[in-house]
């Protein structure tokens, strides 16, 4: 069976200590040393990861801000053409309406002054017509300045 001896016991716990203070000296320290080392730049990687971050959110938020300012000027500058196109347009129309307005006024003077001549010529033949018809009836031969003065006369009543 299992013996237990004292001594055995005793150096076996003395073998583990000096091997622990031995491993404690000589391995731990560096393994400390290689995690401290690893920690640190574990910790400084996830910082500038935090400032990536950081930095990426600023430039989207640069980026939504300037997308929205766009949008907005885009927006303005939509109202101005349509703006200035209905003002173009107004004038437009206004410019054809004032032309149509003046064509519409000489073409009114033009038929006034035709009527006129018109009339004129007719009371030239009305006056021909009645000399003819005074020299019939009077059966005698007048002169033209007496029949353009009796006519005229005629006329001047007749207004």
Request: glycine share 0%; net charge negative.
């Amino acid at each position: 069976m299992l013996e237990f001896n004292f001594w055995t016991i005793l150096f076996s716990i003395i073998n583990i200590i000096v091997l622990f203070l031995f491993l404690k000296k000589f391995l731990f320290g560096r393994i400390n040393a290689i995690l401290e080392e690893r920690a640190r730049v574990v910790q400084s990687e996830i910082d500038k990861a935090k400032e990536e971050s950081e930095r990426a959110e600023k430039i989207r938020s640069d980026y939504e801000m300037s997308m929205s300012s766009a949008k907005e000027d885009a927006k303005k500058i939509i109202a101005d053409a349509q703006k200035t196109a209905n003002a173009q347009s107004a004038a437009i129309t206004h410019q054809a309406q004032e032309e149509a307005n003046r064509i519409v006024e000489s073409t009114r003077k033009e038929l006034e002054i035709e009527r006129e001549r018109s009339v004129a010529s007719a009371q030239n033949e009305i006056v021909s017509l009645a000399m003819e018809a005074a020299q019939k009836v009077l059966e005698r031969e007048m002169d033209e300045k007496d029949n353009r003065a009796i006519v005229d006369a005629f006329l001047a009543e007749e207004e």
